[in-house]
């Protein structure tokens, strides 16, 4: 099996390796479109700023590939941005595969932003999650995507918001799986299996 890390300049791309090295999975990471294109699995990290990174995509024609995918696509935190439609981050247009809006979360006197840290995941829907019950995992980030159709995970800080989003072929997490001890394993696990 043929697992593919998308190449660009917005990566946690190290920890998600190893990540999947622990799990028994070797990746490879490409920003080729032809290796992408014939992958059997795609994930498609991200730490970054949403605006540039979406400017590097649609430089190196990325951004047309990964709307193209039809093989299972594993967005992680930015990544999982960037397959919304628009994120409020530098009013960024994204790849539109989720017609969610990226928000940055409300200012809260007693909660700061950006989210860093472990929080609970709850009603857990879908195969990604086979196997998993409500677990801590753990988020950095200053911007979300709304409760919706496409929610399969849910936390709360500040507000619910979706950890975790499915439509198709994509999945993605706001989360960060690799950073998520036992039940980001078993998340990934879940990922290659499908």
């Known amino acids: 099996m043929k697992i593919v890390i998308i190449k660009y300049n917005a990566g946690n791309v190290q920890s998600v390796l190893f990540a999947l090295e622990r799990i028994g999975v070797t990746a490879q990471l490409s920003d080729d479109i032809e290796i992408i294109s014939k992958a059997d699995k795609v994930i498609f990290p991200g730490v970054g700023e949403a605006g540039s990174a979406m400017n590097y995509l649609k430089e190196k024609n990325l951004d047309k590939v990964i709307k193209e995918l039809k093989q299972p696509v594993l ?8 397959l919304c439609q628009h994120s409020e981050e530098s009013n960024t247009k994204c790849l539109g595969i989720f017609n969610e809006k990226v928000k940055l ?14 929080n609970t995941i709850y009603d857990l829907k879908s195969q990604l999650y086979k196997n998993c019950n409500e677990e801590y995992v ?5 911007y979300y995507v709304e ?3 496409h929610t399969i995970a849910t936390t709360n800080y500040i507000l619910p918001f979706s950890a975790s989003i499915h439509k198709n072929n994509f999945y993605a997490c706001q989360f960060h799986p690799e950073k998520s001890g036992s039940i980001g394993e078993t998340i990934l696990k879940n990922f290659i299996a499908l």
């Open 75 to 82: 967005g992680i935190c930015l990544g999982m941005q960037l």
């Open 105 to 118: 979360f409300p200012s809260d006197k007693n909660l700061k932003v950006p989210h860093v840290g472990w």
């Open 138 to 142: 753990y988020y950095v980030h200053s």
């Open 147 to 149: 409760v919706g159709e």
